[in-house]
Nanobody
Framework: QVQLVESGGGLVQPGGSLKLSCVVSGSSSSIWDLAWYRQPPGKQRDLVGSITIAGSISYADSVKGRFTISRDNAKNTVYLQIISLKPEDTAVYYC????????WGQGTQVTVSS
């Protein structure tokens, strides 16, 4: 059973940075495309970006320039680096295996506030 576990969220001041991690267990992460989503309070869950098995990366227009996705297959981990955090980045951040409706982590809360 493949499981995804996110970590690294927290309370951050505007302008700060965070690096979120998503560890894949039960399978090698190298065989999956992986994606990051976020869900702000009271809003829908939206795609932040994704990274393919080959390492091709794409981002939502709203986060380009501040968000960086990377992966370390030796650690079965995908990362989401966020810089210049804004209050509107406040959300629960999830990782997901595209095309696998069951493959979601539990999420990690990011709160941007002074």
């Amino acid at each position: 059973q493949v499981q995804l576990v996110e970590s690294g969220g927290g309370l951050v001041q505007p302008g700060g940075s965070l690096k979120l991690s998503c560890v894949v267990s039960g399978s090698s992460s190298s065989i999956w495309d992986l994606a990051w989503y976020r869900q702000p309070p009271g809003k829908q869950r939206d795609l932040v970006g994704s990274i393919t098995i080959a390492g091709s990366i794409s981002y939502a227009d709203s986060v380009k320039g501040r968000f960086t996705i990377s992966r370390d297959n030796a650690k079965n981990t995908v990362y989401l680096q966020i810089i210049s955090l804004k209050p509107e980045d406040t959300a629960v951040y999830y990782c997901h295996i595209p095309g696998r409706s069951w493959a979601w982590g539990q999420g990690t809360q990011v709160t941007v506030s002074s």
